[in-house]
């Protein structure tokens, strides 16, 4: 197995009708990295390992356990950890839940998340036509060389209404949005009057990242659960999914689409 | 939004070119289930809803944490919690690790499991054809009814080498994986003779569930990671992925196609 940054080359066997053939494919690369906060362990995320301090940064950031760039002190990355470091111990509060989680499970803090989100509502003034839409989904698929060659990984995109702002590309659906959570964080990137575009399925996760992000528009190319609608519906977010071909599936709030 | 077993029916903005409507839609529903072991809370597990203690056993059997059917005393579910409960305290040796995730992550375990599998490799006399890979990939397409509605879910299936046997649908990948555990554990299966056709992609995680479970063949319709291919060279799987048309790529142990 031959390994670039982000993908390998390996040899295959390839069967096609009754050819039977060695051959070569490319296929993304799948990399552990272990977040520790303030020395404390927090999880080990599986990624394409690229961008880390923007996938641990925005993954602590969309679990509420950094809220700004300047309470961070020291950001190292040794191999497959990170370490983040803070002034001041934000863990207090944090250390009493059971368990943080990514994909498809989340500890025991999931209720206490849909809790908190019973009160929040994503204020924005920010409007978009179909038209706009369906150019920035055709300006992500451009941007998916990744996907193309390996069809293992998911895209998304933090935009304006003309263009992409912030691209990013990981194996977990999850991890695109978080690294564009933890690149804002760091370049203090106004998300606020931005939407995000994604090729991954909608599920309550992502919603709710969305609405820690304060981002009031998320336009995805695959389909939505009924919890994710339902959050999407409370939260004030405008949910766009299933947007194929030149058409697109307005979820909630469509006051938003003009 | 009208709520069904497995699916919801919501009220959209359908845009299609220049024409706008109001249309309905069915999407697929998500389930939080938290997963109780002796009463310490493991994990929460977000998944379609059905077959809550396949799903449950099947994970807590794929993380090592049951063995077999025998050590069970009593399952119980109370809505979105599945208290399951053991003969013996089986958690004495877990307690140590600091968390068990799903999906993307795998808390502090994910070392821990690869160090374990350096030395495990699956025995199993199964070959299997090119037509019948085909022909059981045929079947789970026949059988995927929830995701041609909603293109929300996932699909495995443990097949013998002409045959479903066991099928599941969840619209986590990992979850598809654990119901199939969990039902041969509870309905005492032989999995050693069977493979798994799944339409989803193929994570470490996903190789490290089959190791667990151990069995020789996996067949996918998605791509898979450099991390997912290393770890079935060395446990000795043999991993089948992009089955699509007629065509199908053997990634590691070819020797079992014949």
Redesign the interface.
Known sequence: ?S?KPF??M?G??????KLKKK?E?L??????L?IYLNKD?I?????TGDYLEYLALGFLSNEGLILSKDGIKEITIDKNAIFIETKEDILKGWTKR???????????S??DVLEEFDSKKIESNLVIS?IEILYLMDKLEERSILYKE???VHNSALCTTSDIIVFHQD??R??TIDKISGQCLLENIDKNDKLVVTSG?I???IVIKLGKMNISILVSM?????????IAEKINLTLIA?VRG??????TH?FR?Q
Chains 1, 2 share one sequence.
């Open positions: 197995m390994k993908y390998s390996v295959i066997v390839h069967y096609q009708d051959e494919r296929i993304v690369n799948e990399f552990p272990t362990e999880i080990t995320l599986l990624c059971r368990s943080i989680t990514s994909g498809c499970g989340k500890g025991g999931f209720y179909p390996t069809h293992g194996i977990g999850h991890n399925r599920s309550s996760e695959a389909a939505p659960t009924d919890l994710a609608v339902s299933n030149r058409g697109m599936e307005v979820y469509p689409i």
